[in-house]
């Protein structure tokens, strides 16, 4: 499992009601586990648009994560718009039905309005991810070489969630991890930073990216992030660190220190 796609479900997003803090996490803790991110999309509360989304990442990454979308509600989509893409049939799970009889029964001492039920309904050969936080449960698909996780847009549910199922789930399937390493420069202009370097911007491995620290432009600090993949950190510093010390031999002069990230 080398890539991912993340997708935010919720028209709220879109219209600035909420703040999506859930992409920027999940980003940061799959760079962890060495599986690159390379898109993150949101997309409203539309059946026909979820769908479209979903087809599309599913052919260009090995993983495809999804957040929001997950309850009782009309606008809650996300589950009967995977059962599409993949082309199953939704079905009652038991373990669902009788966790959200359980989470009623501790929180308000009753029984599930009738509509409650709908967050049992999965895509047929879904393995449940559960839900010890809230209601509903997000599933693991695999369809057509890709694996589909789906979470709510609930952040410490969805931490959870991630932390209990998909993450061990990916280190079991790991092929290294990501590193970097953040050189910080001032004094030194962005424009003035990339030519002294401009040879080693197109290495494909480790990649060079120049960032603008704080500061006014021109006399603020700039970074220079080098990244690498390895099974190891210890086999990723090992590759970072002629380039590493090409880039502080050339801006010795300007150079802040760094450190790995």
Known sequence: MKDAEIVAIGSEILLGDLV????????????????????HTTVGDDKERIVATLLEAALRA?????????????????HECLREVTSRE????????????????????????PSAYEQALFPEGSKLIPNPLGTAMGVLLEADGALFATFPGVPTEMERM?????????????????????????GISEEELADEVRDLLGVPDPT????????????????????????TREEAEKKMEPIVQEILYRLSGYSLGGGHE
């Open 62 to 78: 090995d993983l495809v994560v999804t957040v929001g979308g997950l309850g009782a509600t009309p606008d809650d989509l996300t």
């Open 90 to 113: 939704m079905v009652e799970y038991s373990e669902a039905r009788r966790h959200l009889d359980e989470v009623f029964e501790r929180t308000a001492g009753r029984k599930p309005p």
């Open 20 to 39: 999506d803090t859930n992409t920027p996490w999940l980003s940061r803790r799959l760079a962890a586990l060495g599986v690159v991110v390379h898109r």
């Open 162 to 186: 991630f932390e209990e199922t998909l993450e061990p789930l990916i280190r079991r399937r790991s092929e290294g991890i990501i590193v970097s390493q953040t050189l910080r420069f001032a």
């Open 208 to 231: 060079v990216a120049p960032l603008v620290g704080p500061g006014e432009v021109g006399v603020g600090e700039v970074d220079l992030r080098v990244t690498t993949r390895a099974v």
